[in-house]
């Protein structure tokens, strides 16, 4: 089992006091900028600043490029012109590419400074190349599975976890529950939460297999809570970001890499409590499915603005 066999990086439990080096990998619920209403503080850099409120000599690295699916990130790809001019225009960072225009991620982790800790959040574009060809639950699952999303999947943990063993996975976000999710390209809010209760164990099982974290965007974002959102209802807002970064800050303090099994984190609603849930051997799809239901009828309760069934 590969993952059983890797070590942390450093012998001893690295914690905020250390100097760190993050890097973000994935899609745009990572690289989420240009969806923001303040564009200078996308998740890099509020992850940035929360390191380096421990130590000063910390970093945060964004190597995630919007619209990335897993093959992307395997193998590489060409940054979209309007982020990248996007980026320019804002006084960001420009995508570290290659001398071909693309962003290769698995190189990335291999240059100096390695990085210390990996975030890979990936999947939900995926998902949505299924929904281009339908809405119905059975036939998205069954694109998906057909595309060997499982298998890249696991190749891509096992590839990072060669290079960094301090892997932190992200699951997708409920999207916000709109009155008309098809303009969106989004299948109604009924399918989306019987497809991630589905696709959970690609997840969860991976991380029980090579003992690892996830922070569970699924059971923390509100999706009847525009707040939550940025400019669509498929992107992270500023203050959604913080959710991600706050949860990044607490795995890496307190959960143990090498040492620990595999743990479950998350802020149900956005809010300031952190919950978390060891994925034990007994783990089911069934088990997580009641657990986001739940999550989502307490999201509609506590939400003022609900109109949306």
Excluded at 22 to 41: E, M, P, R, Y
Aim: charged residues 25%; glycine residues 6%.
């Amino acid at each position: 089992n590969l993952g059983k066999s890797m070590k942390r990086v450093s012998d001893t439990k690295l914690t905020l006091n250390d100097s760190l080096h993050v890097a973000l990998l994935g899609d745009s619920v990572l690289d989420n900028f240009h969806w923001l209403t303040d564009k200078t503080q996308d998740v890099r850099q509020q992850l940035d600043d929360k390191l380096k409120k421990q130590n000063s000599t910390s970093l945060c690295s964004n190597y995630a490029v919007d619209q990335s699916v897993i093959n992307d990130v395997l193998n590489g790809m060409v940054p979209p012109k309007v982020y990248v001019k996007s980026r320019k225009k804002h006084g960001l960072e420009s995508y570290p590419t290659e001398e071909d225009g693309l962003v290769r991620p698995l190189n990335l982790i291999k240059t100096d400074p390695k990085p210390s800790h990996v975030v890979l959040s990936i999947g939900g574009n995926d998902a949505r190349e299924a929904f281009m060809k339908s809405f119905d639950l059975d036939n998205i699952y069954h694109v998906m599975t057909k595309s060997g999303i499982v298998t890249r999947f696991e190749r891509l943990v096992s590839e990072i976890l060669q290079t960094t063993p301090n892997l932190i996975l992200v699951y997708v976000y409920h999207p916000e529950i709109t009155h008309f999710p098809i303009f969106h390209g989004l299948p109604p809010a009924s399918v989306i939460s019987k497809l991630l209760t589905k696709f959970s164990p690609l997840f969860y099982d991976v991380a029980r297999k090579h003992s690892i974290p996830i922070i569970d965007l699924s059971l923390s974002f509100n999706p009847y809570s525009k707040e939550d959102y940025g400019s669509t209802p498929i992107e992270p807002s500023n203050m959604s970001g913080e959710y991600i970064a706050d949860l990044i800050v607490k795995i890496i303090n307190e959960f143990d890499f090498g040492n620990e099994t595999a743990k479950a984190f998350y802020k149900p609603g956005g809010g300031t409590d952190v919950h978390v849930d060891e994925i034990a051997d007994d783990w089911t799809s069934d088990v997580y499915g009641k657990k986001l239901k739940d999550h989502l009828s307490r999201c509609k309760k506590v939400s003022s603005s609900c109109e949306v069934c």
